[in-house]
């Protein structure tokens, strides 16, 4: 007889990678925690992931604007010559402009939060976070490109920065959707405890990483780049790894199963996998 795991595989059509890692049998000899440590380590990559490109800015702020931590030197190194930002931040409303950047990603990832919960409660959640990812690395990478295609627009970064708050916005609600579909209320306080170290994880690497290119007269456009390429690497495994709930592939859910949760996109086909178990028993 097919394990039931690779018939609900089958029925919910899940992502291609989960079904070729349950025909491997990896998961066979402890199916449940099994599957449980691996989605907690693929959403534990995934908020990193998210803080790899949303720490890039504040790095390269001092690349942009040399003089805003201490204007006493913005009039002798003009004259020089010897230290040069990037316009519009080199100037003397150089500070008021970042942090007219800084408002402009907070204000549309505090927007963006909102409507972000209410549509992962509605979607299939592996899409919406490669979705979320896909559109992160998107608006890291046209701040990269900033430099290389050497535009000085103070509009084109605003506009960058709320694209990058919404889709910032997509990650935290959606994973935290996730973890308690996998998790419940069982030792919540330590799972999500360790957990929510990926935002210390992801901050330390968003500013390693960055802070590579963000001295003077260095290529800082790679400071937003790079992050964004590792970002599309795990968008990659969310979007052929990424198991939203249990039930999809006939596991146990820690909230339960009721008739009113087989319908919702998460766990659609699960009564057809429940269907051939029981006709098996037969």
Same mark, same amino acid.
């Given at each position: 007889?097919v394990?039931?795991?690779? =018939?609900?595989c +089958? #029925?919910?059509r899940v &992502?291609?990678?989960?079904w070729?890692?349950e025909?491997?049998?990896?998961?066979? @000899?402890?199916p449940?925690?099994g599957h449980?440590?691996?989605?907690?380590? =693929?959403?534990?990559?995934c908020?990193?992931? @998210?803080?790899?490109?949303?720490?890039?800015?504040?790095?390269?702020?001092?690349?942009l604007?040399?003089?805003?931590?201490?204007?006493?030197l %913005?009039?002798?190194?003009y004259?020089?010559?010897?230290v040069?930002g990037?316009?519009p931040?080199?100037?003397?409303n150089?500070e008021?402009?970042?942090?007219a950047?800084? @408002?402009?990603?907070?204000?549309?990832? #505090?927007v963006?939060?909102?409507?972000?919960?209410?549509i992962?409660?509605k979607?299939?959640t592996?899409?919406?976070l490669?979705?979320g990812m896909?559109?992160?690395a998107?608006?890291s990478i046209? +701040?990269?490109?900033?430099?290389? &295609?050497?535009?000085?627009?103070v509009s084109?970064?605003i506009?960058?920065?709320? +694209?990058?708050g919404l889709?910032?916005?997509?990650?935290w609600p959606?994973l935290? &959707?996730?973890m308690?579909?996998?998790?419940g209320?069982q030792?919540?306080?330590l799972?999500?405890?360790?957990w $929510?170290?990926?935002?210390?994880?992801g901050?330390?690497?968003?500013? =390693?990483?960055p802070?590579?290119w963000?001295?003077?007269? #260095?290529p800082?456009?790679w *400071?937003?780049i790079t992050?964004a %390429?590792?970002?599309?690497?795990?968008?990659l495994?969310?979007?052929l =790894?990424?198991l939203?709930d249990?039930?999809?592939?006939?596991l146990e *859910?820690?909230?339960g199963v009721?008739? $009113?949760?087989? *319908?919702?996109?998460?766990? &659609?086909?699960?009564?057809l996998v429940?269907?051939?178990n029981?006709t098996e028993?037969?």
């Amino acid at each position: 007889l097919v394990p039931k795991h690779i =018939l609900a595989c +089958m #029925a919910r059509r899940v &992502a291609a990678g989960i079904w070729l890692l349950e025909r491997t049998g990896i998961f066979g @000899y402890c199916p449940i925690n099994g599957h449980k440590v691996f989605i907690w380590t =693929l959403t534990f990559l995934c908020y990193t992931g @998210y803080y790899l490109t949303r720490k890039p800015f504040s790095v390269v702020k001092s690349v942009l604007c040399p003089y805003c931590r201490n204007r006493s030197l %913005l009039n002798d190194n003009y004259s020089n010559n010897t230290v040069t930002g990037w316009a519009p931040f080199d100037g003397t409303n150089g500070e008021t402009l970042l942090g007219a950047m800084d @408002y402009s990603l907070l204000f549309a990832y #505090a927007v963006g939060t909102y409507v972000s919960g209410f549509i992962a409660d509605k979607v299939n959640t592996r899409y919406f976070l490669t979705f979320g990812m896909l559109g992160c690395a998107l608006s890291s990478i046209l +701040m990269g490109v900033a430099y290389f &295609a050497n535009i000085h627009h103070v509009s084109y970064f605003i506009v960058v920065q709320i +694209m990058g708050g919404l889709m910032q916005s997509t990650g935290w609600p959606t994973l935290i &959707a996730v973890m308690t579909a996998w998790f419940g209320k069982q030792r919540r306080g330590l799972i999500m405890g360790v957990w $929510s170290t990926n935002v210390f994880v992801g901050s330390i690497l968003g500013t =390693l990483i960055p802070a590579i290119w963000a001295t003077p007269n #260095a290529p800082w456009g790679w *400071s937003f780049i790079t992050p964004a %390429l590792v970002l599309l690497v795990i968008s990659l495994m969310t979007s052929l =790894l990424l198991l939203p709930d249990p039930r999809a592939i006939g596991l146990e *859910s820690p909230l339960g199963v009721s008739t $009113s949760t087989l *319908s919702s996109p998460s766990t &659609a086909g699960v009564s057809l996998v429940v269907s051939l178990n029981a006709t098996e028993g037969s």
